[in-house]
T-cell receptor, first 115, second 112 residues
Framework: DGGITQSPKYLFRKEGQNVTLSCEQN?????MYWYRQDPGQGLRLIYY???????QKGDIAEGYSVSREKKESFPLTVTSAQKNPTAFYLC??????????????FGPGTRLTVL | KQEVTQIPAALSVPEGENLVLNCSFT??????LQWFRQDPGKGLTSLLL?????REQTSGRLNASLDKSSGRSTLYIAASQPGDSATYLC???????????FGSGTRLSIRP
């Protein structure tokens, strides 16, 4: 089955702790994205990557970090510098990141809660 | 600032009705547009993508249109069913390589 997987489904973080959210895709997509969703709001872009070993900040990158060492993987680290990290995190991918906009496909999400 | 607005924020209709969801952009220069469905606590499922050269797309009981001149898109759902209950989001980029911007969604409830 082709698709996007995210793990864990639920994650709890203590104050001052860094946590990493996993995102893996087997769709052979070039571009990958991380979004944050808060209740009653649309999605906000955290980081995106159009090619391996390259990524750009989105609208709300402060307190987050990413890496793109492999085409199929785009992990997101929520650092202690992110003061309000409780949210639903969604990973997405699309075929072409630069030449044209293609359909975005989403993973099932990770719900992060700060204790 | 480029924004995407979806009205109404919530909609409840009886089963069997045809309905229209609306999506509008502050800048009519939207490149293309994608409609998504989101069930509670789940990720987004792509429903329809209208490419820059197209005006509409159809899939089963769903039809989406895009009018770039007015900066508006509509999602038409025919013969609604309780299983259509979900939040529907629209999103699109303003150029072929720019990031996409999401609306906050319309929460749809179909009453049996």
């Amino acid at each position: 089955d082709g698709g996007i997987t995210q793990s864990p489904k639920y994650l709890f973080r203590k104050e001052g702790q860094n946590v990493t959210l996993s995102c893996e895709q087997n769709l052979n997509h070039d571009a990958m994205y991380w979004y944050r969703q808060d209740p009653g709001q649309g999605l906000r872009l955290i980081y995106y990557s159009q090619i391996v070993n390259d990524f750009q900040k989105g609208d709300i990158a402060e307190g987050y970090s990413v890496s793109r060492e492999k085409k199929e993987s785009f992990p997101l680290t929520v650092t202690s510098a992110q003061k309000n990290p409780t949210a639903f995190y969604l990973c997405a991918s699309s075929m072409a990141g630069t030449s044209s906009y293609n359909e975005q496909f989403f993973g099932p999400g990770t719900r992060l809660t700060v204790l | 600032k480029q924004e995407v607005t979806q009205i109404p924020a919530a909609l409840s209709v009886p089963e069997g009705e045809n309905l229209v969801l609306n999506c509008s952009f502050t800048d009519s220069a939207i490149y293309n547009l994608q409609w998504f469905r989101q069930d509670p606590g789940k990720g987004l499922t792509s429903l329809l993508l209208i490419q820059s050269s197209q005006r509409e797309q159809t899939s089963g009981r769903l039809n989406a249109s895009l009018d770039k001149s007015s900066g508006r898109s509509t999602l038409y759902i025919a013969a609604s069913q309780p299983g259509d209950s979900a939040t529907y989001l629209c999103a699109g980029p303003y150029s072929s390589a720019s990031k996409i911007i999401f609306g906050s969604g319309t929460r749809l409830s179909i009453r049996p």
